[in-house]
Antibody, heavy 120, light 110 residues
């Protein structure tokens, strides 16, 4: 069974750094695109970016380029989303996703979400 | 990359059919067959219900169907049921291998 298990809720202050994780199991982690989707409180879904674990190739939405970093540790089948300096506007639920197959395929599998709260 | 445009809300009575539109451009919806739809119940992760415009993943009810004409895709829910009350998002592949979501539609079952 394909599973994406995300790290737990985070409460941070503006300016702090953060790295959240998404551990995949039940599939060959190396060979599927893994991505991140943001959902701000009461708002819609936003595609942030993706990574291909085999070669760490990344693609970012222009809205998130330079604002976050997506990385992967193949040895532990885990993808990461990190911020170097959080803002209050980063408060949101973050979902990790696995593509069905190729880069043009849909977001077939979703993690449970990691809520991030940034407040002074 | 601008979000695809969806109506904010659509409602219907049990047993009725409703349709949700998703309007983009020739750089996304109009340019690819890679349009998908997601259902999200409150407090839950989204769930894929339609992909490649018309296909349903295994386990998804055949009451959900998709179509596309030009720059506009549509999701139809037939035989509306109380459990269909949820938020629905379209999604499209775009140039540079980026994806974009729609603005989202709240479906209410009256």
């Amino acid at each position: 069974e394909v599973q994406l298990v995300q790290s737990g809720a985070e409460v941070k202050k503006p300016g702090e750094s953060l790295k959240i994780s998404c551990k995949g199991s039940g599939f060959s982690f190396y060979t599927y695109w893994i991505g991140w989707v943001r959902q701000m409180p009461g708002k819609g879904l936003e595609w942030m970016g993706i990574i291909y674990p085999s070669d760490s190739q990344t693609k970012y939405s222009p809205s998130f380029q330079g604002q976050v970093t997506i990385s992967v540790d193949k040895s532990i089948n885990t993808a990461f989303l990190q911020w170097s300096s959080l803002k209050a506007s980063d408060t949101a639920m973050y979902f990790c996703v696995r593509y069905f197959s190729s880069l043009t395929s849909p977001l077939r599998y979703w993690g449970q979400g990691t809520p991030v709260t940034v407040s002074s | 990359q601008s979000a695809l445009t969806q109506p904010a809300s659509v409602s219907g009575s049990p047993g009725q059919s409703i349709a949700i539109s998703c309007t983009g451009t020739s750089s996304d919806v109009g340019g690819y067959i890679y349009v998908s739809w997601y259902q999200q119940h409150p407090g839950r992760a989204p769930k894929l219900i339609i992909y490649d415009v018309v296909n349903r993943p295994s386990g998804v009810s055949d009451r959900f169907s998709g179509s596309k004409s030009g720059n506009t895709a549509s999701l139809t829910i037939s035989g509306l049921q109380p459990e269909d009350e949820a938020d629905y998002y379209c999604n499209s592949h775009t140039t540079n291998d980026i994806q974009v979501f729609g603005t989202g539609t709240r479906v209410s079952v009256l």
